[in-house]
């Protein structure tokens, strides 16, 4: 069973920075392609964006100017930083794999994170 670990949430003030972890682990190889979803009190759950095994990365437009994905395969590691955070940031925020390595839209994930809480004051 692959397992995915969120980390990283918290407070933060409108314009600040957070940096989010996803940690994988449960296979000896990790070749998936990694999204990130958030879901706000009261709401359905939202693409954020993702990135492929090779690294090539898509966002929902919204999220184009202050969001960043990264990976560090080696540690099996996935990356959110979010710039210029906005009160309506505010949300648990998940990961999620892949089997497809090269997904890069915002269906078809196989496993699931249990999510971080971000939350954004003014």
């Known amino acids: 069973q692959v397992q995915l670990v969120e980390s990283g949430g918290g407070l933060v003030q409108a314009g600040g920075s957070l940096r989010l972890s996803c940690a994988v682990s449960?296979?000896?190889?990790?070749?998936?392609?990694m999204g990130w979803f958030r879901q706000a009190p009261g709401k359905d759950r939202e693409f954020v964006g993702t990135i492929t095994w090779n690294g090539d990365t898509a966002f929902a437009d919204s999220r184009k100017d202050r969001f960043t994905i990264s990976r560090d395969n080696a540690k099996n590691t996935v990356y959110l930083q979010m710039n210029s955070l906005k009160p309506e940031d505010t949300a648990v925020y998940y990961c999620?794999?892949?089997?497809?390595?090269?997904?890069?839209?915002?269906?078809?994930?196989?496993?699931w994170g249990q999510g971080t809480q971000v939350t954004v004051s003014s």
């Open positions: 999620a794999a892949s089997k497809n390595p090269n997904n890069r839209g915002r269906d078809n994930y196989d496993y």
């Open positions: 449960g296979r000896g190889l990790w070749n998936y392609a």
